[in-house]
């Protein structure tokens, strides 16, 4: 089946600084990605929707300027979250969608923000 | 904007026996995919089963099912013969089209607690 990575699978990073979350396929291409928020004991929440080589398209109440995403090749999509704060404290996860439009999810990562 | 509602926060279930989730959803699309996702303690998102709105045949996949009705907007998940591994949280998701083109709108999940 398809596989899809993510590294880290946990960082701690104190506040104001930034920290990038990089999502891979690993066996496949995807020209969509989806980043996800999940908060402790709830759902995950859509962020944005990651093209390949185009702008990602963001949820409404997301802030783009603080949740940075590139989608620079057909394998890797990344978000950088900027200008971290204990509030942005959360569990990312990503998703990648196939050609046949199945989706396949990352592991996750636990972001821990001091 | 699509809604999906699970009702049951916890459910439990003795080893062996059939339980079923719950789900509703609200939507004005006549096209549309859902989903059941299993989330275990190691948070890994696993599709369990997918139905297109289209088809009025139910999905299954060896011991899960579900009970797809469009007219009243439901989407529930019948788990035969539990066992000690379905233990997790299911969640019920929804996509606008192409089994998945667009991001999964999730509900809040329920538990699901296998006794043995």
């Known amino acids: 089946g398809a596989v899809v990575s993510q590294h880290p699978s946990w960082v701690i990073c104190k506040s104001g600084t930034s920290v990038k979350i990089e999502c891979r396929s690993l066996?496949?291409?995807?020209?969509?990605m989806f980043w996800y928020r999940q908060f402790p004991k709830q759902s995950l929440m859509l962020m944005a929707t990651s093209n390949e080589g185009s702008k990602a398209t963001y949820e409404q109440g997301v802030e783009k300027d603080k949740f940075l995403i590139n989608h620079a090749s057909l394998t890797l999509s990344t978000l950088t979250v900027t200008s971290a704060h204990p509030e942005d404290s959360s569990f990312y996860i990503c998703?990648?969608?196939?050609?046949?439009?199945?989706?396949?999810f990352g592991p996750g990562t636990r972001l821990t923000v001091t | 904007a699509q809604t999906v509602t699970q009702s049951q926060p916890e459910m439990s279930v003795q080893e062996a026996e059939t339980v079923t989730l719950s789900c509703t959803y609200d939507?004005?699309?006549?096209?549309?995919?859902l989903f059941w996702y299993k989330q275990p303690p190691s948070r890994q998102m696993i599709l369990v089963i997918r139905?297109?709105?289209?088809?009025?045949q139910n999905a299954t996949e060896n011991r899960f099912s579900v009970n797809f009705q469009k007219a009243a907007k439901s989407f529930s998940l019948k788990i035969s013969d539990s066992q000690l591994g379905d233990a997790a949280m299911y969640f019920c998701?929804?996509?606008?089209?192409?089994?998945?083109?667009?991001?999964?709108?999730f509900g809040k999940g329920t538990h699901l607690i296998i006794q043995p």
């Open positions: 998701a929804y996509s606008n089209s192409g089994g998945g083109a667009d991001g999964l709108t």
């Open positions: 139905q297109e709105a289209y088809k009025q």
């Open positions: 998703s990648a969608r196939t050609f046949s439009y199945e989706q396949y």
């Open positions: 939507t004005s699309e006549s096209d549309y995919y």
């Open positions: 066996d496949f291409q995807a020209t969509t």
